[in-house]
């Protein structure tokens, strides 16, 4: 499975963007899948997931309140709403699942 991030791009603090993990095949909808975040010299790790059929969620403290994860498994498209930005949250945002990771779409919070 292929998988293609898109949004994102530069936000000022306190803003919104909302990214989206569109998926190449259709176990896609079975899987569960993670929004991970990797900041500028630092390490890949998950900010929000959601289980395969929406039902469960998990955020970071940090997000908690303030992004929000969501699928449409008939479009085989995982979304990160994210609100209320802050200039911590700058960094690539990576999709993941099924053992594969999208490209990345960078996210930069800056005034």
């Known amino acids: 499975v292929q998988l293609v991030e898109s949004g994102g791009g530069l936000v000022q603090p306190g803003g919104s963007t909302r990214l989206s993990c569109a998926a190449s095949a259709s176990e896609f909808r079975w899987a569960t899948v993670g929004w991970y975040r990797q900041a500028p010299g630092g390490g890949r790790y998950v900010v929000a997931s959601i289980n395969n059929s929406g039902t469960s969620t998990y955020y970071e403290d940090s997000v908690k309140g303030r992004f929000a994860i969501s699928r449409d498994n008939a479009k085989n498209t995982v979304y990160l709403q994210m609100n209320s930005l802050k200039v911590e949250d700058t960094g690539v945002y990576y999709c993941?699942?099924?053992?594969?990771w999208g490209q990345g779409t960078q996210v930069t919070v800056s005034s």
């Open positions: 993941g699942a099924l053992e594969q």
